[in-house]
T-cell receptor
């Protein structure tokens, strides 16, 4: 089983460049999430999507946009990258249809460096 | 809003030592509680979970009990191994199923 797949695994951007991080899950989960992980900060929620067609801001949404393309895919876009967005980004999904409070499954992460 | 507080790390122990990593939470309602583990260079994996008060989650020798009276979910293991070296995250979820994480505790086990 593939689970949650993120691409790319590594990326270096120059300040001001744009890019899209891709995420897909094959577990028929309704909810999908984007987190960033910074040293000493744990994981902070950027955006989440409770179901296909809906998205909501998390704790740190500024500088990011998201698209829930369909039930499987949830992309994160940086329109104009800044050095403060250097981080490791994780996509996650949770909850089969009809179930609540189940665990989330995580992708392997994207290590992004903005220079 | 909901929040999770973990004991600060890093934590360094010798092999076969007893481990406790403290976790307390603040939440309205009745959240589910989780411990996730992150090995170097990898994503997070679920270690164990508990969905209601007094439930005990367990996996790979690790245990944690959902204590509503003290709003805690401390992680314990009786005898750690070098392979347990990782970063451990406590988390909760409820409502719209958003996971809220603690800041993580880095654990290093020396042989």
């Amino acid at each position: 089983n593939a689970g949650v797949t993120q691409t790319p695994k590594f990326q270096v951007l120059k300040t001001g460049q744009s890019m899209t991080l891709q995420c897909a899950q094959d577990m028929n989960h309704n909810s999908m999430y984007w987190y960033r992980q910074d040293p000493g900060m744990g994981l902070r929620l950027i955006y989440y999507s409770a179901s296909e067609g809906t998205t909501d801001k998390g704790e740190v949404p500024n500088g990011y946009n998201v698209s829930r393309l369909n039930k499987r895919e949830f992309s994160l876009r940086l329109e104009s990258a800044a050095p403060s967005q250097t981080s490791v980004y994780f996509c996650a999904s949770s909850a089969p249809s009809g179930r609540m409070n189940t665990e989330a499954f995580f992708g392997q992460g994207t290590r992004l460096t903005v220079v | 809003g909901d929040s999770v507080t973990q004991m600060e790390g890093p934590v360094t122990l010798s092999e076969e030592a007893f481990l406790t990593i403290n976790c307390t939470y603040t939440a309205t309602g009745y959240p589910s509680l989780f411990w996730y583990v992150q090995y170097p260079g990898e994503g997070l994996q679920l270690l164990l979970k508990a969905t209601k008060a007094d439930d005990k989650g367990s996996n790979k020798g690790f245990e944690a009990t959902y204590r509503k009276e003290t709003t805690s979910f401390h992680l314990e293991k009786g005898s750690v191994q070098v392979s347990d070296s990782a970063v451990y995250f406590c988390a909760l979820s409820q409502g719209a199923q958003k996971l809220v994480f603690g800041q993580g505790t880095r654990l290093t086990i020396n042989p």
